[in-house]
Nanobody, 121 residues
Framework: QVRLEESGGGLVQPGGSLRLSCVVS????????LGWYRQAAGNERERVAM??????TIYGDSVRGRFSVTRDSAKAVFLQMNDLQIEDTAVYYC????????????????WGQGTQVTVSS
């Protein structure tokens, strides 16, 4: 009923920037939390950044000060990534939680398929 589609990943040199986008489609009229997780090869998935419906943000310790998360209501969420480092290499997943679908609240999180970000010289 709700689909998240990421774009904007790619290959970038250390110190470079990328902007990830996640478009929300489907029947969610409100989404409490939108954001990004990432998973590097051999590692567990970790939270990168989240933004609430009210605009409050949370960042992972390793990205605070370099990444910035913004949203367009319940339609899209963006991740501006600056000063990228090799350790930022991972698949980045869009995440949504606290959805209202046709008047009914759902706590079940929704995930996108992921977009690869590779930082390499």
């Amino acid at each position: 009923q709700v689909r998240l589609e990421e774009s904007g990943g790619g290959l970038v040199q250390p110190g470079g920037s990328l902007r990830l986008s996640c478009v929300v489609s489907g029947s969610a009229s409100e989404i409490n939390n939108l954001g990004w997780y990432r998973q590097a090869a051999g590692n567990e998935r970790e939270r990168v950044a989240m933004i609430s419906r009210g605009g409050g943000t949370i960042y992972g310790d390793s990205v605070r000060g370099r990444f910035s998360v913004t949203r367009d209501s319940a339609k899209a969420v963006f991740l501006q990534m600056n000063d990228l480092q090799i350790e930022d290499t991972a698949v980045y997943y869009c995440h949504a939680s606290g959805l209202t679908i046709r008047g009914t609240f759902s706590a079940m999180p929704t995930w996108g398929q992921g977009t690869q970000v590779t930082v390499s010289s």
